[in-house]
């Protein structure tokens, strides 16, 4: 899903939201710092493979995703970082690693840790290494539809892990 796409979906969707380019970063930690966005509420998405399935987890930039706590909080049989091989053609025009989370529109379910759940906006790769979108986190949760499940050590240690 390109930007211009992305863009179009939000639009029909009655998603009010801000488009932010910046220059080329790969990670999600270096394109919330070179866009002042902080890290918990810059939304990275993460791959898995789950009992043999796609799934896309989303969670804030400055976390990573535990997945012995995902197969815990999802019940899952078998659980592993999908590698870009398995992925990269799921998302037609998009850049690898910047696929923006939604993954409902993609024909995989989407997880949400449940830190992110507390910021009242999140930012996301909108297809590409250099633009992003924002929008208030109850449209995300309305159009991608969500399972939240703890993913990530944040509770643990009350901070990002």
């Known amino acids: 899903m390109p930007v211009r796409e992305l863009s179009e979906y939000l639009a029909n969707n009655e998603v009010k939201y801000e488009s932010i ?70 998302f037609p025009g998009c850049e690898t690693g910047a696929m923006p989370p939604f993954g409902n529109l993609y024909g995989m379910p989407v997880y949400v840790d449940e830190s992110l759940t507390k910021a009242t906006e999140i930012s996301f790769n909108a297809g590409s290494h250099r633009e992003l979108v924002r929008i208030a986190w109850r449209d995300f949760e309305r159009l991608a539809h969500p399972r939240m499940v703890q993913c990530t050590p944040w509770r643990a240690h009350g901070h990002a892990a």
């Open 21 to 90: 380019e910046h220059s080329t970063a790969f990670t999600a930690q270096g394109i919330a710092a070179l866009t002042h966005i902080r890290g918990q509420e810059f939304a990275k998405t993460v791959i898995l493979n789950v009992d043999g399935k796609l799934a896309m987890v989303v969670v804030p930039a400055s976390y990573h995703v535990d997945v012995a706590m995902f197969k815990t909080a999802t019940g899952a049989t078998a659980v592993s970082l999908a590698a870009e091989s398995e992925f990269r053609d799921r």
